[in-house]
């Protein structure tokens, strides 16, 4: 009888063989790979429903291709040395994912132009995580068939590894989505569950002498210690990112502009989001950001003190910019990621002492646990990009938060990305005319129709704006931007009318479609 026969046979001879142990290892494995893989790509292709409908379906693909495969080889194969080859090679795959998605994340969709969208982003995926996701479906099987001793007990063994897996699954999951990317990050994370798979591997496929499998298990969780506090192996693994957190890949860089003025820009995940001056935060770069200045220089002469609230905080250029030109202003701003405003302090001129009060928690929770007779007379919402918005902050229920806590002469300022027929402006238009009974459509360029991709400014009120003096302020450009702007109320109800009428609500906001042609403009 041979060695693996006999271990078959007999499988509490060797005290590594714990079946149930074995599924849960490389079922946390797999979750853990496909929580990774959205935060993975994200630098590339963004955080969106297409973004996850492809991750969670690629896998769960690749996990039924590999189950198949898994229990063809099991019939004919099965061997302690086969498990062993498996574990090994699925950590090689889960490591050459670190190589895939940089090389494949390099040439990014705009490579599969001939293709619809769906396909583009299919495909993306499937080219880095089918192959690793098929390798760790194939170990469940070959588990299955050498645990099998007697058929009178079979449903209960092959019950058990079940149970096994599917905790391993759900332990894999939290303890990625709760912990491991926030202390490691994904890259860290990767080389953890390959150096582990391949560990797994040696010690299961029979290669070392019983003298080295307990050196080997005790060593591995030590030199992966060592690995991760090595300096140019940390700065590896954060691949693109500054910093990555549990909602973006952060990363700064300076640029030096046509107006000899060298700015640091921020870039969350795939979209530059802010151009900050550290030399003069009153320097601005963005058309929307010159147009938020001239409604503070209008809200400066109107209100006794502008008491601001800003839905999310991003490179802080606005919030400083009324902190540095109305500097007895309140500003409050809600972010959601803690990260964000660490570097926005650290790297991006946001000095300690600032009077701008943060709360890193979402906006609308942070709405819906504030003091009711709090009130802004301005609420700016600028934490939408161009395919990767919070939806829960576009709905009719989301607006009626924010009346009631906006002054009755009070300002919602909205930044919105769109292009195209804008379908998503036209929804957000329907939308806020429920709630609001002034609304003012700002594109920002004169020729906004015929571009495939430009930002809108909406500003929404319960009562009338007074046009003809808005239109007198310029946010120290010289170049009064939303007198030349500003839509007529034709163009605006004409804009409102376009699309299919989709109104948003909590139970109803296909955000991420509404974008979808945008996007797909943008990745060709």
């Given at each position: 009888?041979?060695?693996?026969?006999?271990?078959?046979?007999?499988?509490?001879?060797?005290?590594?063989?714990?079946?149930?142990?074995?599924?849960?290892?490389?079922?946390?494995?797999?979750?853990?790979?496909?929580?990774?893989?959205?935060?993975?790509?994200?630098?590339?292709?963004?955080?969106?429903?297409?973004?996850?409908?492809?991750?969670?379906?690629?896998?769960?693909?690749?996990?039924?291709?590999?189950?198949?495969?898994?229990?063809?080889?099991?019939?004919?194969?099965?061997?302690?040395?086969?498990?062993?080859?498996?574990?090994?090679?699925?950590?090689?795959?889960?490591?050459?994912?670190?190589?895939?998605?940089?090389?494949?994340?390099?040439?990014?969709?705009?490579?599969?132009?001939?293709?619809?969208?769906?396909?583009?982003?299919?495909?993306?995926?499937?080219?880095?995580?089918?192959?690793?996701?098929?390798?760790?479906?194939?170990?469940?099987?070959?588990?299955?068939?050498?645990?099998?001793?007697?058929?009178?007990?079979?449903?209960?063994?092959?019950?058990?590894?079940?149970?096994?897996?599917?905790?391993?699954?759900?332990?894999?999951?939290?303890?990625?989505?709760?912990?491991?990317?926030?202390?490691?990050?994904?890259?860290?994370?990767?080389?953890?569950?390959?150096?582990?798979?391949?560990?797994?591997?040696?010690?299961?496929?029979?290669?070392?002498?019983?003298?080295?499998?307990?050196?080997?298990?005790?060593?591995?969780?030590?030199?992966?210690?060592?690995?991760?506090?090595?300096?140019?192996?940390?700065?590896?693994?954060?691949?693109?990112?500054?910093?990555?957190?549990?909602?973006?890949?952060?990363?700064?860089?300076?640029?030096?502009?046509?107006?000899?003025?060298?700015?640091?820009?921020?870039?969350?995940?795939?979209?530059?989001?802010?151009?900050?001056?550290?030399?003069?935060?009153?320097?601005?770069?963005?058309?929307?950001?010159?147009?938020?200045?001239?409604?503070?220089?209008?809200?400066?002469?109107?209100?006794?003190?502008?008491?601001?609230?800003?839905?999310?905080?991003?490179?802080?250029?606005?919030?400083?910019?009324?902190?540095?030109?109305?500097?007895?202003?309140?500003?409050?701003?809600?972010?959601?990621?803690?990260?964000?405003?660490?570097?926005?302090?650290?790297?991006?001129?946001?000095?300690?002492?600032?009077?701008?009060?943060?709360?890193?928690?979402?906006?609308?929770?942070?709405?819906?646990?504030?003091?009711?007779?709090?009130?802004?007379?301005?609420?700016?919402?600028?934490?939408?990009?161009?395919?990767?918005?919070?939806?829960?902050?576009?709905?009719?229920?989301?607006?009626?938060?924010?009346?009631?806590?906006?002054?009755?002469?009070?300002?919602?300022?909205?930044?919105?990305?769109?292009?195209?027929?804008?379908?998503f402006v036209s929804a957000m238009l329907r939308t806020l005319s429920l709630t609001f009974d002034w609304i003012?459509?700002?594109?920002?360029?004169?020729?906004?129709?015929?571009?495939?991709?430009?930002?809108?400014?909406?500003?929404?009120?319960?009562?009338?704006?007074?046009?003809?003096?808005?239109?007198?302020?310029?946010?120290?450009?010289?170049?009064?931007?939303?007198?030349?702007?500003?839509?007529?109320?034709?163009?605006?109800?004409?804009?409102?009318?376009?699309?299919?009428?989709?109104?948003?609500?909590?139970?109803?906001?296909?955000?991420?479609?509404?974008?979808?042609?945008?996007?797909?403009?943008?990745?060709?």
């Amino acid at each position: 009888m041979t060695e693996d026969k006999a271990l078959q046979a007999h499988p509490s001879a060797d005290w590594l063989w714990r079946p149930s142990l074995i599924v849960f290892i490389s079922n946390a494995c797999i979750m853990t790979i496909e929580l990774v893989a959205g935060r993975l790509i994200a630098p590339f292709v963004g955080v969106s429903l297409y973004t996850w409908t492809s991750v969670i379906g690629v896998i769960l693909a690749g996990i039924s291709i590999g189950n198949f495969i898994g229990g063809k080889l099991a019939d004919r194969f099965a061997s302690r040395r086969l498990l062993g080859a498996t574990f090994i090679v699925a950590g090689l795959a889960s490591l050459s994912v670190l190589v895939t998605a940089g090389a494949v994340g390099e040439r990014g969709l705009p490579a599969l132009a001939w293709l619809p969208l769906v396909g583009r982003m299919l495909l993306f995926v499937t080219a880095i995580f089918l192959l690793p996701s098929i390798l760790l479906g194939v170990i469940s099987p070959i588990v299955v068939k050498l645990s099998l001793q007697d058929l009178d007990s079979s449903g209960s063994t092959v019950g058990r590894i079940y149970a096994a897996s599917a905790l391993g699954s759900i332990v894999g999951t939290f303890a990625t989505g709760y912990v491991l990317i926030s202390l490691f990050g994904t890259r860290a994370i990767l080389l953890g569950v390959g150096a582990a798979l391949i560990a797994m591997g040696l010690l299961f496929g029979r290669w070392l002498s019983g003298a080295a499998k307990p050196a080997l298990a005790s060593a591995v969780p030590l030199i992966a210690a060592g690995a991760l506090a090595a300096g140019p192996l940390q700065a590896t693994l954060r691949g693109p990112c500054l910093r990555e957190t549990d909602y973006f890949c952060i990363r700064v860089r300076d640029e030096t502009r046509d107006d000899g003025e060298t700015y640091r820009v921020l870039t969350l995940d795939r979209l530059v989001h802010s151009y900050v001056s550290l030399s003069d935060p009153r320097r601005l770069v963005y058309g929307y950001e010159q147009v938020g200045a001239e409604v503070l220089g209008y809200m400066a002469q109107e209100y006794d003190l502008i008491d601001a609230f800003f839905i999310g905080g991003g490179g802080y250029t606005l919030p400083r910019y009324i902190e540095v030109v109305h500097p007895r202003s309140i500003i409050e701003v809600a972010e959601i990621d803690p990260g964000v405003t660490e570097v926005a302090h650290q790297m991006l001129g946001l000095p300690t002492s600032t009077k701008i009060k943060t709360a890193n928690q979402d906006a609308r929770l942070f709405l819906l646990g504030l003091d009711p007779a709090r009130r802004y007379n301005l609420i700016v919402g600028d934490a939408f990009n161009d395919f990767s918005v919070p939806y829960h902050l576009t709905t009719h229920e989301f607006n009626q938060l924010v009346r009631r806590h906006l002054t009755d002469d009070g300002i919602y300022m909205l930044n919105l990305i769109d292009g195209g027929d804008l379908p998503f402006v036209s929804a957000m238009l329907r939308t806020l005319s429920l709630t609001f009974d002034w609304i003012y459509f700002i594109p920002v360029g004169r020729r906004w129709t015929d571009v495939t991709r430009n930002t809108f400014i909406v500003l929404a009120s319960p009562q009338p704006i007074d046009l003809e003096r808005l239109r007198s302020f310029d946010g120290g450009d010289g170049i009064r931007n939303i007198n030349q702007w500003i839509a007529t109320p034709e163009e605006r109800d004409r804009v409102k009318a376009m699309g299919d009428g989709v109104i948003l609500t909590d139970d109803y906001a296909p955000t991420d479609n509404l974008l979808a042609p945008i996007f797909e403009t943008a990745a060709r």
